[in-house]
């Protein structure tokens, strides 16, 4: 009897080191699902708050693109009158010759060589008048315009700038030939970078 006593001793012990070790093994499970489920947690906090900073630092590297290229259509505008193409023959400064500039008119390889979205110039007579109400220029209608529409890429996105200059055109008058000078906005487009988002 006492055999017998001493081996369901055995046996129990035996029973109660298995159920200790199985449950010690769970435990241990738990604890590493645990750690795991913490680090995947981590990994995911940091993994957001570094979408939020590259958002950010993406958003500012395209206001300051949209600046300079405001800023860069805004210091070429300003001596676009002294460019070859459209400078008065007198040598004036900040003048566009008008002549130069109906010949322009329509040619969209200006749209490839300077850096701007559109490019027009508006007449002193056409100031106090609406878009709709501006008469275009051509060949066939000037001097009596308002507007001359040089190019425009019509982009979405777009800023105007302006300057004001002086237009002048060669006119006849009892035999005598002069510059007759007027004031003009001449306006450039440029493009914004657009952030979507």
Do not use: H
């Amino acid at each position: 009897m006492e055999n017998k006593l001493g081996q369901l001793r055995i046996q129990v012990l035996k029973n109660l080191k298995r159920f200790l070790g199985l449950s010690c093994a769970k435990k241990g499970q738990l604890r590493i699902q645990e750690m795991a489920f913490m680090l995947l947690a981590v990994f995911l906090f940091f993994a957001l708050v570094g979408l939020f900073a590259f958002t950010l630092v993406y958003i500012n590297i395209s206001d300051s693109a949209s600046q300079i290229a405001e800023d860069r259509t805004l210091s070429s505008v300003t001596s676009l009158a002294d460019t070859p193409e459209m400078s008065c023959v007198a040598a004036k400064s900040n003048c566009i010759d008008g002549d130069k500039l109906i010949n322009l008119v329509g040619k969209d390889i200006y749209g490839r060589l300077w850096p701007y979205s559109s490019l027009r110039v508006i007449k002193f007579s056409g100031f106090n008048k609406e878009e709709n109400e501006l008469i275009v220029c051509t060949k066939a209608n000037y001097p009596n315009c308002d507007a001359f529409n040089v190019y425009n890429k019509e982009v979405d996105n777009e800023r105007a700038i302006s300057s004001f200059v002086a237009i002048c055109r060669k006119e006849l008058e009892n035999g005598y030939t002069y510059d007759r000078c007027e004031t003009a906005k001449i306006i450039a487009g440029t493009k914004l970078i657009q952030v979507d988002g």
